[in-house]
């Protein structure tokens, strides 16, 4: 398995709060993604990067924000969370825009 | 406008039997293609990919896909299922827009496996 994981794996927070969820990778690919996947949606991209302090958005991109300091580690930061963003939320690596994209194990998130 | 269409939402089928999850797409030009499973409560994994070599494409555990470009279609299939194979499949096409190569999922397949 590529060396991804997420943190939280479980989260559940209240309507209002804001929340970060973290991707960490070992694998040292310069492009990282962020997820959601929603019941008869597969999955929407939310952000990515393309490298360290590069991002840019997804198609679904609204109440996120995304930050990469570092090479391994890419956050998505929900703002003021609402119950629409419950969702299980999966990070991704590539070594390049072209490339299979790696998947990590997913966050589940619920918001009450 | 870029699409991927996985023409059945659920798909049952015995042990041992033929499996055939199929998947169209729509792209502006020659794109790369994939199929992924997730298992209940896990990640996605790689089964195989076409990206413009061999149009039947052999992937893990089995599983093989072949791109036929004048029917846009890049359908998945395994000689003889096992109960291990119940999960979901997503087919994804990854085509370029405004300089960059989106992903895009179809909606899944759910793959039961009967004993």
């Known amino acids: 398995d590529a060396g991804i994981t997420q943190s939280p794996r479980h989260k559940v927070t209240e309507t209002g709060t804001p929340v970060t969820l973290r991707c960490h990778q070992t694998?040292?690919?310069?492009?990282m993604y962020w997820y959601r996947q929603d019941p008869g949606h597969g999955l929407r991209l939310i952000h990515y990067?393309?490298?360290?302090?590069?991002?840019d958005k997804g198609e679904v991109s609204d109440g996120y924000s995304v930050s990469r300091s570092k090479t391994e580690d890419f956050l998505l930061t929900l703002e003021s969370a609402t119950s629409s963003q419950t969702s299980v939320y999966f990070c991704?690596?590539?070594?390049?825009?072209?490339?299979?994209?790696?998947f990590g194990p997913g966050t589940r998130l619920t918001v009450t | 406008a870029q699409s991927v269409t996985q023409l059945d939402s659920h798909v049952s089928v015995s042990e041992g039997t033929p499996v055939l999850l199929r998947c169209n797409y729509s792209?502006?030009?020659?794109?790369?293609l994939f199929w992924y499973v997730q298992h209940p409560n896990k990640g996605l994994q790689l089964l195989l990919k076409?990206?413009?070599?061999?149009?039947l494409v052999k992937g893990i555990n089995g599983f093989e896909a072949e791109f036929k470009k004048s029917e846009t279609s890049f359908h998945l299939t395994k000689p003889s299922a096992h109960m291990s194979d119940a999960a979901e499949y997503f087919c994804v096409v990854s085509d370029r827009v405004d300089n960059f190569n989106k992903f895009y999922f179809g909606s899944g397949t759910k793959l039961n496996v009967k004993p």
């Open positions: 076409y990206t413009s070599a061999a149009t």
């Open positions: 990067s393309y490298g360290v302090k590069d991002t």
């Open positions: 694998e040292n690919h310069r492009y």
């Open positions: 792209s502006s030009y020659s794109p790369s």
């Open positions: 991704a690596i590539s070594r390049d825009e072209a490339y299979e994209q790696y």
